[in-house]
């Protein structure tokens, strides 16, 4: 009996190191990235920073208030990018509670489906050029992060964080601490990568085989 709970603790303990490090830590490399690709979409994010007079502010008096940080747009259309096209959970795993149909297939009781959020992202209709990197497209884009309402249609179109009741319940958390991570990177580094397209290994999460070697430097 002791040895069983102390698995199960593990695993927990194990699953809580993967939801809540493993997940954030892979889409703020690819915020390096992206961003070490695209240097217009830095400059972009720094010029929203210093219109709300947060680029070149000492850090004693830098306003991160959330009131704050919702005001910066561009940036977090940057930070729903990297989780649409470098998606940190590649599926979700549910049993059928009912038999039901999808298209032209019939998912019997008890079967357990697999939900490709990836997939979703690279083959939603709702995506012009969905393989390409582009924060400029969610200037159109209706809200797919609504999780109730009359748009659950749109809404299955945006899934990095699962869908339906059983959402992830740290995704406004992992959301504000990438922002936080953005702003302060855009603040005060530049960097350049040194291989600008590694290949990207998605197993567990996604991230470059050759772990992103870059030169960085203060700003």
């Known amino acids: 009996s002791g040895q069983y709970e102390r698995r199960e603790l593990m695993d927990a303990v194990q699953e809580l190191f993967f939801t809540g490090h493993d997940t954030s830590a892979s889409s703020m490399a690819s ?6 690709r695209q240097p217009e979409v830095l400059q972009r994010v720094r010029e ?16 991160l208030s959330l009131n704050k940080i919702c005001k910066l747009k561009y940036l977090y259309s940057v930070v729903r990018e990297v989780l649409r096209v470098a998606s940190p959970v590649g599926a979700g795993y549910r049993k059928a509670l009912r038999t039901f149909e999808v298209g032209d297939y019939r998912i019997p009781k008890g079967w357990t489906v697999a939900v490709g959020f990836r997939d979703t992202h690279m083959s939603s209709p709702v995506y012009k050029d969905p393989e390409a990197f582009d924060p400029s497209r969610w200037d159109s884009l209706p809200n797919l992060e609504k999780q ?8 299955m179109n945006y899934t990095p964080f699962g869908a339906g009741v059983r959402f992830c319940v740290g995704k406004e958390y992992a959301k504000l601490i990438i922002r936080i991570f953005l702003i302060e990177l855009a603040r005060k580094c530049d960097w350049k990568l040194l291989n600008p397209y590694p290949k990207i290994l998605y ?10 070697p870059m030169t960085i430097c203060k700003r």
């Open 48 to 63: 929203e920073l210093d219109a709300e007079g947060l680029l070149d502010c000492p850090d004693e008096e830098l306003d």
């Open 203 to 212: 197993i567990p999460v996604p991230r470059a085989e050759d772990r992103l």
């Open 148 to 155: 109730e309402g009359d748009c659950s249609i749109d809404r």
């Open 31 to 36: 915020i390096l990235m992206f961003l070490g």
